[in-house]
């Protein structure tokens, strides 16, 4: 089977193709194929590759590339943290390593979404210009650091599903929510942990109020309106519960002014 | 009884008429439902029909922990206490919104069958918590393609959020400072966490409700 000519017939239908595919891919995917796949395997790899660039709404596509620059961000965060000499106390070693494996897993998966329109990884600064010194030094810095990602986290993806409705983006959507959770249990775990070092019970696995730093974070959490409706008071519950309850999205635009200070 | 509930019952009942027993027992249970017992609890269809299936989840919930923290378990630490009184709180919260937001359109008060689940346990009451809440967040993560309207997409997505960080804090209460918070027994490879369709969830709940639920009328994928 002659891959290049079949793009080239594809090219001759769809001028954008070879654009789509551009040659870091078809690179590494004739890397892969010649290493790793029979040739029987080799329609699925194909239909794969293609349908990948071709399936999802141009919204969905920015929903992705949006994604992935998070998940780099956590991604390198815990690869530099957890391969830190003398940062991560032993008992808490294992849960950062299992955050890190998601955030690995999640940047490979979003790769493999997106194929050749996957943005290029940034360099990162994660003292956000000597803000938060010393990150990889101080586990204080570090689990403040974490919860803050992994609450934006929750936040930025929550925002965005409205924009993976359309009925072709069905996948997207399942993945985006399985993902969001998997933050949410982050978020949950790394916040427990703040909370133990500082020895400070109000900051508890879930958000209260807008309570929380850095600001930007947690601004707007204190939402008590869902669904169109007031809900303070609600079975005569506490203003804290009603709002630790819900959980809110965050903007694009919000999130990309938070994560900035950390991009070289 | 309505039409519909009428027409299924006799049309079970002829089936069975060989064996009276069966169409006893039919109208035994059909009885014990009490004055508002209509047979099955028909969760409706379309957003409402979601809306129910999550109204139903929060029941069930909202019921487990109001319990928990009526009779809690032997050595209960404070930390534990804290914990499950705010998830109770969030789940009651999550029930009364749904009840609200549903009017009239929302199905009744369930009967939450717990006999499975030793209360003064702390292995048995924290067992359940966890499958209760990674059973949520499957529940939640699986009905969002099958909503139609972006609010109550939005809705669900700030509810979820909640319910896996019960869930991660519950299995941490199991196995502190684990990998058990966010474990390889519900993540998958891709880093993707639990996703169930109500089809896989409804059954799975239906060992812990009394009523029968029928979600003939929900959006499917």
Known sequence: MNIFKIIDEIQQVDGDAVERLQHATRRSFMTKFSKTLTAAAVPTAMAGIFNKAYAFTPGAIEVLKFALALEYLEDDFYKMGNAAPN???????????????????HVNFLKGALGAAAPAKPAFDFSAGGAFPNPFGVFDTFVFLSHAFEDTGVRAYKGQAGNL?????????????????????????SRDILS???NNDRIKPWITLDEGSPKPVYAGDENTIQGGVQIIGIAGKSLEAVTESFDEPLTKEAVLAIVKPFIK | MDVVNRRFF??????????????????IKDHDLGPGGTGAVNLGTG???????????????????????ATPYSGI????????????????IHREFFKAALGAAAIKGLSPNFTGIDFNSRASVLGAAKTFEDTGVSAYNGAGILIQDPGYLLLAGKIVSVE????????????????????????DGNGLDLLKRPSEVLPAIAPFIYD??????????
């Open chain 1, 196 to 198: 133990e070092i500082r």
């Open chain 1, 165 to 189: 409705m359309a009925k072709e983006d069905e996948p997207l959507l399942d993945y985006a929510l399985q993902i969001h959770s998997v933050e949410a249990r982050h978020a949950a775990k």
């Open chain 2, 212 to 221: 029968t639920i029928d979600a003939s009328g929900l959006p499917t994928p």
């Open chain 2, 10 to 27: 006799l049309r079970s009942a002829g089936l069975a008429a060989a064996t009276g027993a069966f169409i006893m027992q039919s109208c």
């Open chain 2, 47 to 69: 957003d409402i029909g979601i809306l129910n299936y999550a109204y139903a989840l929060e029941q069930l919930e909202a019921a487990f922990y109001i319990q928990v923290i």
């Open chain 2, 164 to 187: 896996a960080r019960h869930a991660a804090i519950i299995r941490d209460l199991l196995m502190p400072n684990t990998i058990s918070f966010a474990g390889d027994d519900i993540i």
């Open chain 1, 87 to 105: 940062l991560i106390p032993a008992k808490y070693k294992a849960v950062f390593n299992q955050i890190g494996k998601h955030e690995t897993q």
């Open chain 2, 77 to 92: 630490t404070d930390k534990e206490r804290r914990f499950l009184t705010d998830i109770r709180d969030h789940e009651v």
